[in-house]
């Protein structure tokens, strides 16, 4: 009996650790998971400095399928401005990553997750989309740099009409923010 209990005892723990080895990250699939959920994390905090970092010099933004127009290399720096210039505008955001899928290749990678983004402004302002994203990522010495980002839109709910007046409140917004800091 003590035999029979202690080979069960062992196949359990020899299972646990297969398990677990088949469960882990790599290191940049890692870093890889991190960006991502920072991604989505920082744009709700205004954290736009360090968001930008997440970024390659030039990112490909494609939202043609909520915004139509076309997909169209950007600087990162220009983009943080349009995003800093919208976002804060809002009384609260909350971008809702789950499932998050990654594929790493050598020194490239893709992404992807499914996104709600909720937006609220005043007392009865909502708005979301719901879809999901796809990510291009180049390795960057020891980090990983988004290169492009697709949003593939799937539903939508409240009123788009609280896009434009995000914009009025933006500068404000983020000024009160930024004074909020903690400064090291």
Known sequence: ?????????????????????????????????????????????????????????????????LFGGEAAPVDRTDLMKQWAAFLPGFDATYHDLSNLRVDVNRNSASASAD??????????????VSGNYEFTLQKSGDNWVITSVKLNSQSESGSRDILGEAPKNAEQNLSTEQSELVKL
């Open 115 to 128: 996104i709600t983004a909720s937006h609220w402004l005043g007392d009865d302002g909502f708005w979301a």
């Open 1 to 65: 009996m003590r035999i029979r209990n202690l080979f069960i005892l062992l196949i359990g723990v020899v299972s646990m650790n297969v398990h677990a080895q088949t469960q882990a990250l790599s290191k940049d699939e890692a870093i890889i998971r991190s960006n991502i959920q920072s991604f989505s994390a920082m744009a709700d905090q205004g954290a736009f400095e360090y968001l930008g970092r997440l970024f390659a010099p030039q990112v490909t933004v494609d939202y043609t399928s």
